[in-house]
């Protein structure tokens, strides 16, 4: 008589991974406010809409307290691939093949991610009743965009990145698109249409990756990358350039910048200032990922290219902002915008002295001035919402501003003169010397030296924007009271922006050892 082997074993539970809930709670809550806020509109009455607002600020508030627990120790490892006998490989731990790291990296993207969001929230809810803004909609499409960007810099597999990566980008097409009118109809297509074509070729680029190296995690790519056969080098190295272009075309480098400036002049006020910061911070946390850790082996290659990349983004984006006009309609916002793609040069500055590194340690740079330009460019836009309301979003209806609103026009030149680098904006100036002694530790004196000319191209602009503030004013404007939740974001950012110029290593510090 046959003896029949037994299905059962001895720990039937082992093969369901155990998930650290600590660890992704951060992305995890942001995701819950979301749903919460979209079910919440089906059963308030419209009167009382303009409470998922505030929801949405404290959903953005707790997932922020939610990273306190990451934030001393070591980092946290979940969703890791199992040996044979369904149990965790301590192996694959220590080498990385996790789906999902809370490291120093990603805490602070995190931080810059849903900080950005919830300014970006507080800016909107009095936006979206004076624009008459579906409000459910609004907010669960920010939600679920702040998710996807706090979810990005914590994936270490190129399937996570993407999915992570378009989660923050097709809710924000929706949200450029909620202003009813053809600026933003016209904005959003083109970000639509560009963005799409940027993510096709990054998954063309992955799928050369996969097919080469066998595998999507970051750290098994590279070491796939090191022992690849001779014959499917010239594939891998095609793969990461293409992958390379997709998160090029996130973080708006040259030549991949043309959607920008007409999709933040289209978008309501607070979306173009989350995506130039939130945005922004998603494709660099991912590129610079795929950078250190799965190309790694190229870096011969993809650090000289970024360089290259740098140079020019910090180039055109200057010249561009320098050519803005006073009396053109939404000059603000455009200045604003190139202004943007050329801090995008300063922050891939870092990212090609990693290529010239035989370690990460020049990332710590870029999280510095990411940390430090989200905080002033989102007050800066803050400001611009604030004078919208009553003057106008000319760089003229700006004259006088002094005058009308003293502590707005205080406020905004002193964000002006942390993204030019000058005192008493000194956490500004303290993020630009970071960037240049990368450039310089690496190797890189060309690139110190354009970086150089471009600080005092900036100058000029930034200068002159600041200089209009305190000219007496072409014609009486009577301003409106602020509505709280800005005059509370204008508050906000400037204090921790006059913290940060005070007490500059708190930010400085991330700078310092490893973020891996």
């Not at 690849?228 to 350039?241: C, D, K």
Request: net charge neutral; aromatic share 8%; with cysteine.
């Amino acid at each position: 008589m046959a003896t029949s082997t037994p299905l059962a074993t001895a720990a039937p539970g082992s093969f369901v991974q155990s998930i650290d809930w600590v660890a992704i709670a951060p992305p995890l809550i942001a995701a819950l406010a979301a749903l919460g806020v979209l079910l919440a509109d089906l059963f308030l009455p419209a009167d009382r809409k303009r409470v998922l607002g505030w929801l949405s600020v404290g959903g953005l508030a707790l997932a922020l307290v939610a990273l306190l627990p990451l934030a001393h120790g070591d980092a946290r490892s979940t969703f890791c691939l199992r040996n044979v006998a369904a149990a965790t490989d301590n192996a694959a731990l220590n080498s990385g093949s996790c789906s999902y790291v809370a490291d120093h990296f990603a805490l602070a993207f995190q931080l810059l991610a849903l900080g950005g969001g919830l300014i970006a929230a507080l800016l909107s809810v009095h936006t979206v009743d004076e624009e008459k803004l579906p409000g459910g909609e609004y907010w669960f499409l920010l939600l679920s965009s702040a998710t996807g960007a706090a979810l990005l810099p914590a994936s270490r597999d190129l399937a996570t990145l993407i999915i992570a990566l378009e989660v923050a980008s097709l809710p924000a097409f929706a949200l450029v698109a909620l202003r009813r009118d053809g600026r933003g109809a016209e904005a959003a297509l083109k970000f639509f249409l560009s963005s799409v074509t940027a993510t096709a070729v990054m998954l063309l680029g992955v799928s050369f990756v996969y097919a080469a190296t066998g595998s999507l995690h970051l750290s098994a790519i590279a070491d796939g990358l090191t022992h690849a056969p001779a014959q499917l080098r010239t594939l891998a190295e095609a793969g990461a350039a293409l992958t390379l272009v997709g998160f090029a075309f996130k973080v708006a480098a040259v030549p991949f910048h043309f959607w920008l400036p007409d999709t933040y002049t289209g978008a309501p006020v607070p979306i173009a200032g989350y995506l130039s910061v939130v945005g922004k911070a998603a494709g660099l946390s991912g590129l610079a990922l795929v950078t250190t850790i799965a190309f790694r082996p190229y870096g011969h290659t993809w650090g000289p290219a970024l360089a290259v990349l740098a140079a020019l983004t910090m180039t055109v984006g200057n010249v561009a902002a320098l050519r803005q006009r006073g009396g053109t309609p939404h000059s603000a916002v455009r200045l604003l915008a190139w202004s943007s793609v050329g801090q995008a040069g300063y922050l891939l500055v870092p990212l090609a002295a990693a290529g010239y590194s035989d370690a990460a340690e020049p990332i710590g740079a870029t999280v510095v001035y990411a940390l430090v330009y989200g905080v002033v460019n989102l007050g800066a836009f803050a400001v611009v919402a604030a004078v919208g309301r009553s003057a106008g979003s000319r760089l003229d209806d700006y004259a006088g501003l002094f005058a009308r609103r003293r502590w707005t026009a205080l406020a905004l030149a002193f964000f002006l003169l942390c993204l030019a680098g000058l005192p008493p904006g000194i956490v500004g100036l303290f993020g630009k010397v970071v960037v240049f002694r990368a450039a310089v530790d690496a190797g890189l004196g060309w690139l110190a030296v354009v970086m150089a000319v471009n600080v005092v191209i900036a100058l000029y602009y930034y200068l002159v924007w600041a200089a209009k503030l305190f000219a007496p004013a072409e014609q009486p404007v009577t301003d409106r009271r602020l509505p709280a939740p800005l005059a509370a974001t204008l508050g906000l950012t400037a204090a921790v922006a006059a913290v940060l110029s005070v007490a500059p290593q708190l930010v400085l510090q991330v700078a310092q050892g490893s973020l891996f």
